[in-house]
T-cell receptor
Framework: DAKTTQPPSMDCAEGRAANLPCNHS???????VYWYRQIHSQGPQYIIH???NNETNEMASLIITEDRKSSTLILPHATLRDTAVYYC????????????FGQGTRLTINP | NAGVMQNPRHLVRRRGQEARLRCSPV?????VYWYRQLPEEGLKFMVY????????ESGMPKERFSAEFPKEGPSILRIQQVVRGDSAAYFC???????????????FGPGTRLTVL
């Protein structure tokens, strides 16, 4: 079962920052927060992951609260191509493991 | 996607036939995962394999489904005697060897869409 809670859908205007929240109140100390997205009919795409520090890469930023019970994925300048379902997943890394996908957030970027 | 290849991209089978789905992981990756996505549903884990070994098949249906990842060649997901309920998108993911740090991030292929008539 998924250990995360996400809003089912969100809208964002093109060019604005998209902030996608995720609650993971039962996260363990050795579990990372991973974000993937699935653009319609395509395979899931890895975005970013983190343990407790904020992370940034070329795609997005990940802000994790100090108690690690929630996090926010930030797409700084959303484009129409960012329309997708975004999945927040917690998992232990170090030792390959299956990913447990929840329902995710369907993000729609509006022109 | 980081180079995971799946073929065919689309596969049509009649009820009772066999379906073979192939997955070539990223070069150098030795872990392969198969996931299934039924229409309008989320992705569900099926099986995790390393070279020549099935590590976790907790998501595989007990009958008709099998998977292998031979020493040479792609991973194969095989569905025997397909039924309409097998119609879905099947995604393969791979991750590199190693047991710590961010190196076990899974990278997904484009999927095979199976339609059972």
């Amino acid at each position: 079962d998924a250990k995360t809670t996400q809003p089912p859908s969100m809208d964002c205007a093109e060019g604005r920052a998209a902030n996608l929240p995720c609650n993971h109140s039962t996260i363990s100390g050795n579990e990372y927060v991973y974000w993937y997205r699935q653009i319609h009919s395509q395979g899931p795409q890895y975005i970013i992951h983190g343990l407790k520090n904020n992370e940034t890469n070329e795609m997005a930023s990940l802000i994790i609260t100090e108690d690690r019970k929630s996090s926010t994925l930030i797409l700084p300048h959303a484009t129409l191509r960012d329309t997708a379902v975004y999945y927040c997943i917690v998992r232990v890394t170090g030792g390959a493991q299956k990913l447990v996908f929840g329902q995710g957030t369907r993000l729609t970027i509006n022109p | 996607n980081a180079g995971v290849m799946q073929n065919p991209r689309h596969l049509v089978r009649r009820r009772g036939q066999e379906a073979r789905l192939r997955c070539s992981p990223v070069k150098g990756h030795s872990h392969v995962y198969w996931y299934r996505q039924l229409p309008e549903e989320g992705l569900k884990f099926m099986v995790y394999l390393q070279k020549e070994n099935i590590i976790d098949e907790s998501g595989m249906p007990k009958e008709r489904f099998s998977a292998e990842f031979p020493k040479e060649g792609p991973s194969i997901l095989r569905i025997q005697q397909v039924v309409r309920g097998d119609s879905a998108a099947y995604f393969c993911a791979s991750s590199p060897p190693g047991t710590s740090g961010p190196t076990d991030t899974q990278y997904f292929g484009p999927g095979t869409r199976l339609t059972v008539l």
